[in-house]
T-cell receptor, first 115, second 112 residues
Framework: AQSVTQLDSQVPVFEEAPVELRCNYS??????LFWYVQYPNQGLQLLLK??????LVKGINGFEAEFNKSQTSFHLRKPSVHISDTAEYFC?????????????FGKGTKLSVKP | NAGVTQTPKFQVLKTGQSMTLQCAQD?????MSWYRQDPGMGLRLIHY???????DQGEVPNGYNVSRSTTEDFPLRLLSAAPSQTSVYFC???????????FGSGTRLTVV
């Protein structure tokens, strides 16, 4: 079975500062990796995903993430955050061709950007 | 192309009432699933289906039933609502490759 751990439940940061949201996963097979963002009272929006190839993945809104297989991590980064990045961020994994084909989510990290 | 459509968007139930949350997709996706989202818990899998006529339990199935008679529809039934089922519910669908998921906009359910 797969599992996802988001190491920080809340991350406060000042505007224009860099941020890293940490995600570790556990799986005995190869996985696909995802980051979703959820703005207050809204649904889920895909930020980026890693399926294969380059381990550095660029997404929307200036976010990027790096897949590290040896450390089983998929940390999300942004060099300079804006007030509008305030939201909850979810890391998730899925298994190619798995019998379930479902996303397994972490518990989320609330990013709070302060002026 | 509507994607994944969930209805209703909001619902208030009394304890013991029953209801069905609807989910429909028009992308011919094999996989469909239901999640509930609670503060500090992320999204947890309730039930899922890998094709018409095939369903299985996820992490938190108690109190919920599902069926999948067609590829397009995957309703979630609450037979006797409890306050612990107050949550936001998301439906999702994907192809078997598990590489791209489409989510519905969610149903906010309150059980009083």
């Amino acid at each position: 079975a797969q599992s996802v751990t988001q190491l920080d439940s809340q991350v406060p940061v000042f505007e224009e500062a860099p941020v890293e949201l940490r995600c570790n996963y556990s799986s005995s097979v190869s996985v696909y990796l995802f980051w979703y963002v959820q703005y207050p009272n809204q649904g889920l929006q895909l930020l980026l995903k890693y399926l294969s190839g380059s381990t550095l993945v660029k997404g929307i809104n200036g976010f990027e993430a790096e897949f590290n297989k040896s450390q089983t991590s998929f940390h999300l980064r942004k060099p300079s955050v804006h007030i509008s990045d305030t939201a909850e961020y979810f890391c998730a994994v899925s298994v190619y061709g798995g019998s379930q084909g479902n996303l397994i989510f972490g518990k989320g990290t609330k990013l709070s950007v302060k002026p | 192309n509507a994607g994944v459509t969930q209805t209703p968007k909001f619902q208030v139930l009394k304890t013991g009432q029953s209801m069905t949350l609807q989910c429909a997709q028009d992308m011919n996706h094999e996989y469909m699933s239901w999640y509930r989202q609670d503060p500090g818990m992320g999204l947890r899998l309730i039930h899922y289906s890998v094709g018409a006529g095939i369903t299985d339990q996820g992490e938190v199935p108690n109190g919920y039933n599902v069926s999948r008679s067609t590829t397009e529809d995957f309703p979630l039934r609450l037979l006797s609502a409890a306050p612990s089922q107050t949550s936001v519910y998301f439906c999702a669908s994907s192809y078997r490759t598990a590489a791209h998921y489409t989510f519905g906009s969610g149903t906010r359910l309150t059980v009083v």
